[in-house]
């Protein structure tokens, strides 16, 4: 027989912890030079902006545009959940997405369902 541990009982690796479930994604728009918003889902937003604004792995979108300037920031669980909460805010006309950054509506009434019980707005000022 084999004496090797049992999977479930390992200590998974960061990437493994992400895999099943332990990460937090936070869905994250973006005002670009422009005036645009841009939306968008990550664990660490604030690299994930690096990444956008230094060219490499960003947004095809974002190239040019910038400089970009994070208006809205809220964390919603699980990948499946924000990538969700994302494509719904996709959908959402330009006022409705301003009224969002303004904080004059939540996440929650923009989607219409709940986007998490965990869910906490940061009201990212500068809309």
Not at 1 to 14: H, Q, Y
Not at 38 to 62: F, M, N, P, Q
Request: net charge positive; with cysteine; aromatic share 6%.
């Amino acid at each position: 027989m084999c004496s090797a541990t049992p999977w479930r009982l390992a200590t998974p690796d960061p990437v493994a912890r992400h895999a099943l479930g332990d990460s937090n994604y936070s869905l994250y728009m973006l005002r670009c030079h422009d005036g645009s918003l841009y939306t968008g889902i990550a664990i660490d937003v604030a690299k994930r902006i690096a990444e956008h604004e230094s060219g490499k792995r960003g947004a095809k979108y974002l190239r040019g545009r910038g400089p970009l300037r994070l208006v809205f920031q809220q964390s919603l669980g699980d990948r499946s959940t924000a990538t969700r909460a994302e494509y719904k805010v996709k959908q959402l006309d330009r006022t409705q997405k301003e009224a969002l950054v303004a904080g004059s509506v939540s996440l929650t009434d923009c989607l219409g369902e709940p986007a998490s019980e965990d869910s906490q707005a940061s009201g990212v000022a500068g809309g």
